[in-house]
């Protein structure tokens, strides 16, 4: 970074989208520095939980003439860092209410006790002990070339590239509420906490469950993700002043961008057992019939997948600006241009089910060496002696047979190539993939796709005299989006429609223009060298994040949680009024007061 420029007002040059302030973040340039600049430096970092010292350097390289009219920058980063993150995660609850039957006028549902009590109650869906554990390693590189043959002209490319693999192995060993009480499990000496005004249930907080052959007590989930992102940008600024009455400036780039889980394999192994929970403190839970240190076999695998999600950006932008000056008493200039930016999104997900290694299915019956896949063919010993330090107390599982990642990927990389589910013989295949043994399928839930235009222009006048300056001016942006998205079980016959496993989709589309208006004047008046006195008014807007304004719906059973976008949300427009008064009473240092109202 060379230097940093904080705007806390509006003005109409500045490009919109932000609220409270715009910061101009200005990188290194080779015509700014010495002649030749050599630098680089290096780090480790310990990181006491995961329990490894990791590196990071970067170096820059910067050489300009001596008639400093062309010059050359290159710099470079690598950086490693391990984490490990221990905890204790409640997985969602769920409300049971009970009724009467109306044949034996009996209740029936809600939450049953050893006495045939039942209990309206909201109930923890899984209590797990979660180690998560990562390995981030980026590396990038930046570069800029500056050519000044004269006072006249200036040009500038510069560019960036970085990578970081972001893999992750997330396991948890849970104890499976739920799944218990759906069976129809009778839960023994519950505990509960009174409803509240908030929650009209009371909560389960605590109980025993006798093991039930329909229903698995403990749930084992071992995620591998297989990840990284990308970034890219190409940047091209040149500054022509043809004479002292005129500064042209246009800019132009490319910047694109994908952050991306490639693989998941996710291994989950169950086994029927009884339990016993309690959530007055830390969540504590054990099991009657399987030992979470030594019961490997026990554990069936229940569930494989290796889904995939991929997130691409890409924007193009090109911004064109001149400024004519005169000598005409307070009025010193006026400045105007136009902007245009182009800004694309997709979200691809793609679900692969791994039927072929479940055990109820013929590949499954000898898919890991011949027999059905257990935890015992991927375990990998016993959780980090270590494991939830300061967390823990008694009754806390803070140990158990943990999964190799290496194992699971090698499992996985044996099975033959997966299917793609066609949509053109969707119904020929079954609801699911039920038909196919590995199956990738298109996930229209969470896809999407989306494109920004802006179009804007501005004009401003800058004034200034003894003692004071200041600027006022306008801003006219116009915003188009389009976005594209899936909509899920729509009647046979709608447009467009094809076969998917979640049911019949069909696309659909939502367009949205909007023109915004944004005068700005800010105004400043030095009343010592050292103290200025500053008033600004203005309208801004910021728009909203990208997946905000897509129509798409992701849903989390476990939590019974859904997040989705609205293709009709508004930006944030505010009026601004700032007055502020600052004392710059040494180099690089400032004393303010100020007052806003937006």
Known sequence: VGNVEVYKSTQADINEGGIGGTVDVHTRMPLSLPPLVVQASAQGVYDSVAGNTDPSGSALLSWHNDDKTFGILVGGVYQKRSFRHDGIEILGYTDYVHSTDPVTGLPVGGIVDQNGVHHDATAPNLIGSVLFQQVREREGGNFAVQFEPNDQLSVAVTGLYEHMNANNFNQNYMAWVQQMLGAGSVVNNPTFKPATADEPYQTLTGGDFNINPGANGVVFDAIDRIAHTQTENIDLDVTYKPNDQWRLHGQVGYTKARGSTDSQPFWETNAPTGLSFDLSGVPKVSFADINPNTSDSALALGWASDNSFVNDDNEFYAFADAERFFDAGP??????????????????VTYGQRRALLPWTGPGATACGGHTCSLADVSDGQTPSDFLKGIAEPGVLNSYLMASQSKIEAIY????????YDPAIGATQAAGCVGLTNCDHFGPLESFTLNEKTFGGYVMGKFGGDGWRGNIGVRVVETQEHTGAWAVGVPAGTPGAVNNPFGLIAPISFDKNYVDVLPSANLIFNLRPDIDLRFSAGRSIARPDYAQIAGFTSLTPTLLTASG??????????NNFDASIE??????????FGLFYK
């Open 565 to 574: 976008g609205n293709p009709h949300l508004d930006p944030y427009r505010s």
């Open 583 to 592: 004392w710059y009473f040494a180099p690089q240092s400032v004393l303010s």
């Open 331 to 348: 009025f010193k200039s006026l400045q105007f241009g136009a902007k245009f930016s182009d800004h694309n999104r997709n979200v691809d």
């Open 413 to 420: 990389a044996g099975l033959p190539p997966a299917d793609k």
